[in-house]
């Protein structure tokens, strides 16, 4: 047996159940195999600095990351930023979602790590976003990101309730609970 990716034809009955709920659901986000998601109103830039971020203890973050709100954003060449969706998710059980950019972004040079989004997660998706060879400008309202869904073959035996279950805006690493 194998899971299933979910069409568009899935993807807007799970939607219209109430199964899957993305608020708030852009115009024409649905496509043959997945769902685009649109650039959100805020990004934090990581700070080129010579202090060292622990990745298993406390941390000040305003150290190593600057929060920005705007309609428009300056990716730099090889900049790392994290950024939000203008859109929450709410994940049943069973389904999970793979985000990949949208292949006219991921063209402009601009490329994310591997990113899942976990079954029963619920809130805004922050992603981690690489810069290109040369500036981009991005906009918000943009659709950038494109899930693709999976569902599992039952539901999961732990939902995800992690530390960023809820998250709302572009939210930055969190390192308790890492071992």
């Known amino acids: 047996m194998v899971s299933m990716i979910l069409g ?15 608020e708030p659901l852009g115009e024409n986000s649905i496509h043959e195999n997945g769902m685009d998601f649109r650039i959100g109103g805020e990004i934090a830039r990581y700070k080129k600095t010579e202090k060292v971020f622990d990745a298993s203890g406390e ?20 900049e790392h930023v994290l950024m939000v969706t203008e859109e929450k998710i709410k994940l049943p059980n069973d389904v999970m979602a793979f985000a990949n950019l949208k ?4 063209r402009m040079g601009l490329c994310i790590p591997p990113t ?30 494109h ?21 709302k805006g572009v939210t930055l690493p969190k390192t308790h609970n890492l071992t």
């Open 116 to 145: 899942v989004i976990d079954a029963g997660f619920e809130g805004d998706i922050t992603i981690e976003i690489v810069g290109s060879e040369f500036p981009v400008r991005l906009k918000r309202g943009i659709r950038f990101l």
């Open 59 to 78: 941390n000040t973050r305003e150290d190593f990351f600057e929060v920005e709100k705007a309609d428009s954003f300056v990716i730099n060449p090889n």
């Open 103 to 106: 292949s006219s972004i991921a």
């Open 147 to 167: 899930l693709i869904f999976a569902k599992t073959l039952t539901p999961v035996e732990e939902p995800y309730a992690g530390k960023y279950q809820g998250q």
């Open 8 to 22: 568009d034809r899935d993807l807007k009955y799970f939607l219209e159940k109430g199964y899957i709920t993305v």
